[in-house]
């Protein structure tokens, strides 16, 4: 018996992961948009942050290869979805009771090894819930709706920062939403069981047998991800630069504001991204949307200390990752054989993991050791050896 339908794709599974990340994107980022002025505050180096973000997207990818192969082979994906969102619901609450940068280390480890537990599990339940023509839009409003989590948690946080409230009792209130997540996941989510069962190939066996076509998609997945970092460094540089003639406090309002620009572009343009993906070519809208993260990068190498043309930027990179957000997922899922897309979708999630890892500490050390443009020129030039990979890759697919 079907536990779902593909006749629609907003169907009831597209919508309640929607609603899920809605909640637990609320939650978390409630954290992601004060925690660099949380660690300036607690007086943490300026490696730290990407420190912090490195380590816990390495260790989030290496988790998610092995939950994509696990809840293939053994029909358990709505169970490890589930426990990688406990975690990410408790990360606030570790935060808020770290009194230096090494706690605040361990709680975002702790909390994105759940991000990496639910991701492949859930983005193929969602992918399996759809016809591959509707891959783009499934994965697109799912964006959006966790988009509008990342929108709503900092307004959030903003209001009551403003009210009075300090950040680390900010930082409890938001393991509420994180909680909710967790029921509406449960609840609301339906999993296709008959579709859940890998063969019993060993995991060696099971990577090697992946299509070849999306093993090259993923090498330029990785590439460009060694150029993206996380856009949490975004705000610190912002903070720091707008501080010497604003102040701090100011400065870290300003940089709140700019990370929220960042999540209602990333929000309104991640369902219309793949709208034009199922139309065009998922893989060539994904190529558009990395040859924009260049151009972006190329802008903060000139842009002046200026709140609009940090605003422009902001936008920009919400632009960038709404694709990258929306594409990336549907194409896998274009590439990939159903019952192998719990791997497919952890190889996918390990290259980014992979290159978030290299590409916050790389970027980060860059900054302390020759300031900024240094790093967003490493960033222009690799993500444009990504974005022309990923256009080798698709002119010279081949089917499967």
């Known amino acids: 018996m079907k536990t779902d339908t593909k006749n629609t794709w907003l169907n009831s599974t597209v919508i309640g992961s929607s609603i899920t990340s809605f909640l637990s994107d609320f939650g978390h980022e409630v954290v992601t948009v004060f925690l ?8 943490a180096p300026v490696y730290a942050l990407g420190l912090i973000e490195g380590v816990s997207d390495g260790l989030s990818s290496s988790v ?3 939950s994509g192969y696990y809840s293939d082979k053994i029909g358990k994906r709505k169970e490890f979805a589930t426990l990688g969102y406990i975690a990410t619901g408790v990360f606030p609450a570790i935060v808020a009771v770290a009194v230096s940068w090494p706690v605040v280390l361990f709680g975002r480890a702790f909390g994105w090894f759940g991000r990496g537990i639910r991701g492949p599990p859930r983005d193929t339940i969602l992918a399996n819930s759809v016809e591959k023509k509707n891959l783009g839009k499934a994965f697109g409003f799912h964006r959006a709706g966790d988009t509008l989590g990342a929108i709503a948690g900092p307004l959030a946080a903003a209001y009551l920062v403003t009210s009075g409230f300090e950040l680390r009792e900010i930082f409890w209130l938001a393991v509420i939403p994180g909680l909710l997540a967790i029921f509406a996941f449960w609840f609301m989510v339906k999993d296709k069981k008959q579709a859940s069962v890998q063969s019993n190939k060993s995991f060696v066996l099971s990577l090697k047998g992946l299509p070849s076509r999306f093993k090259s998609f993923t090498v330029a997945v990785l ?16 903070v720091t630069n707008l501080t010497p003639s604003m102040g701090f406090t100011n400065a870290a309002a300003i940089g709140a504001l700019l990370y929220l620009i960042r999540n209602i572009v990333y929000a309104l343009a991640s369902y219309p991204f793949g709208v034009l993906g199922d139309r065009f070519g998922l893989r060539r809208m994904l190529a558009f949307g990395y040859a924009l993260a260049v151009f972006t990068f190329i802008g903060f190498i000139f842009a002046p200390p200026n709140i609009l043309v940090y605003g422009l930027l902001f936008a920009l990179a919400g632009a960038f990752i ?16 159903e019952k192998e897309r719990g791997l497919g979708y952890g190889v996918l999630a390990t290259a980014n993991g992979m290159g978030d890892f290299a590409s916050s500490i790389i970027v980060s050390t860059l900054w302390a050791l020759f300031g900024f443009p240094a790093g967003f020129v490493f960033s222009a030039v690799v993500a444009t050896i990504g974005t022309g990979t990923l256009l080798w890759a698709n002119h010279n697919a081949k089917p499967n």
């Open 36 to 43: 660099s002025s949380f660690l300036i505050m607690i007086g």
């Open 64 to 66: 998610k290869l092995l």
């Open 223 to 238: 590439i460009f991800g060694i150029a993206d970092f996380s856009h949490t460094l975004l705000i610190f540089y912002a």
């Open 322 to 337: 709404a694709a990258e957000d929306a594409l990336e997922g549907a194409a896998s899922g274009e590439l990939v054989r």
